[in-house]
């Protein structure tokens, strides 16, 4: 299950590129594309700021945390059902899973500190078993970028464990 709000950055990213794209297409020259080009220009920058906003959590505009009563600076789910249940695993064998709802509100808490990348690397690399070359061909970036997606999953993680 994606978070909407990382729905959203992806949405805002691609309209961002074709915004550009149509932008470069433009005659500066012409009168008409003149005009064209202001509005393309205000959308872009319009588009950019909500994506600030979406990644960061936080108005873009305010400066040194002075969000008013620091509402933006808590990242919470409203649904816990990303987590996913281990009902199954229970049933086949000798492990014990199990799970409280506080140590499923910590987990929540981790996976929030990490980026949209970075969880999704991390769990497919130590959840799914994934190869780093394959995780790093499905997103189509070097290996070594997914390799550092990982690490920095991994070290949030145990800055927020320990």
Partial sequence: MTIWADEM???YKKNLEGYKKQRA?????NPTDRLDLTQYNSIIEETEFVLKWLETGRDPNNYRGADKKNV???RSFQSMDFIPD???QLEEGPKHLYMSPE???IMADIFA???FRE???YILHIGRQVSVAKIAQGLGVGKSTAQ???ERAKKKIAQRVS
């Fill in 9 to 11: 950055i992806l949405l």
């Fill in 25 to 29: 297409r433009l005659n500066k020259k």
């Fill in 72 to 74: 933006y600076q808590h």
């Fill in 86 to 88: 281990i009902t199954e």
């Fill in 103 to 105: 140590e499923k509100i």
């Fill in 113 to 115: 500190a990490l980026s």
């Fill in 119 to 121: 969880r999704h690397c």
């Fill in 148 to 150: 550092s997606y990982i």
